[in-house]
């Protein structure tokens, strides 16, 4: 037979335009699944934002903020009472109170937290200080090993802002603690929720601790 074969009758060979429509297709599927992600992710912030666990526990663990010179900002200030709040209930017999110096400071969030507890009256054998953690990874496993050596179980009530509550809960899990969450009262502003939405969305791919060391 001379000559090339050419195509079988009836059968079609796509072109640049179907393939692009193609592609098209696919990336529209992907973007979707990855707003249907983080939509969810989004809703999941923001109910645990609005939920208060204070399931008896080991300790209550005190997540850092900002100070000024040891007075605690008004963030810390909210998370500080909300913990004697819960330690005057009964929820656990220990406050562990975490954070470590940011540069400049005199002092670090731990021992800001620790002197304003005592001033508030808990004693201090209730009072437990972490002073390295500059972020949430470092003091969620910092106060792990406290916990540990407690000898009364991995059970806490970690005390943060509400729209902190979800990723805080999801990092004590992965350091091996049993969290329950208490936000103080501080609000959550949308800017927040989808803050912490992002970080919840990669922290659940790549791990806490990972991002903790990108991130700082």
């Given at each position: 037979?001379?000559?090339?074969?050419?195509?079988?009758?009836?059968?079609?060979?796509?072109?640049?335009?179907?393939?692009?429509?193609?592609?098209?297709?696919v990336?529209?599927?992907?973007?979707?699944?990855?707003?249907?992600?983080?939509?969810?992710?989004?809703?999941?912030?923001?109910?645990?934002?609005?939920?208060?666990?204070?399931?008896?526990?080991?300790?209550?663990?005190?997540?850092?903020?900002?100070?000024?010179?040891?007075e605690?900002?008004?963030?810390?200030?909210?998370?500080?009472?909300?913990?004697?709040?819960?330690w005057?209930?009964?929820?656990?017999?220990?406050?562990?109170?975490?954070?470590?110096?940011?540069?400049?400071?005199?002092?670090?969030?731990?021992?800001?937290?620790?002197?304003?507890?005592?001033?508030?009256?808990?004693?201090?054998?209730?009072?437990?200080?972490?002073?390295?953690?500059?972020?949430?990874?470092?003091?969620?496993?910092?106060?792990?090993?406290?916990?540990d050596?407690?000898?009364?179980g991995?059970?806490?009530?970690?005390?943060?802002?509400?729209?902190?509550?979800?990723?805080?809960?999801?990092?004590?899990?992965?350091?091996?603690?049993q969290?329950?969450?208490?936000?103080?009262?501080?609000?959550?502003?949308?800017?927040?929720?989808?803050?912490?939405?992002?970080?919840?969305?990669?922290?659940?791919?790549?791990?806490y601790?990972?991002?903790?060391?990108?991130?700082?």
């Amino acid at each position: 037979m001379a000559g090339a074969v050419a195509s079988l009758p009836g059968a079609a060979v796509p072109g640049w335009g179907a393939v692009f429509r193609l592609i098209r297709r696919v990336v529209a599927g992907l973007l979707a699944l990855v707003v249907l992600y983080l939509s969810f992710t989004f809703v999941q912030v923001w109910w645990a934002s609005n939920q208060d666990d204070r399931t008896p526990a080991s300790a209550i663990v005190v997540l850092g903020a900002a100070q000024y010179n040891g007075e605690p900002s008004p963030v810390l200030q909210g998370r500080l009472d909300h913990a004697a709040e819960l330690w005057e209930a009964g929820v656990a017999p220990i406050i562990v109170v975490t954070g470590g110096k940011q540069e400049g400071d005199r002092v670090g969030e731990g021992y800001a937290s620790y002197d304003e507890l005592r001033d508030q009256g808990i004693p201090e054998s209730a009072l437990k200080i972490e002073v390295d953690g500059t972020n949430t990874y470092e003091q969620l496993s910092a106060a792990k090993a406290i916990v540990d050596d407690l000898g009364g179980g991995d059970s806490v009530v970690i005390v943060s802002s509400p729209y902190h509550s979800f990723r805080s809960s999801a990092i004590g899990g992965e350091v091996g603690l049993q969290p329950h969450t208490s936000p103080s009262d501080e609000s959550s502003s949308l800017s927040s929720l989808a803050r912490e939405t992002l970080a919840v969305s990669l922290g659940r791919i790549v791990s806490y601790r990972r991002l903790a060391n990108w991130v700082g």
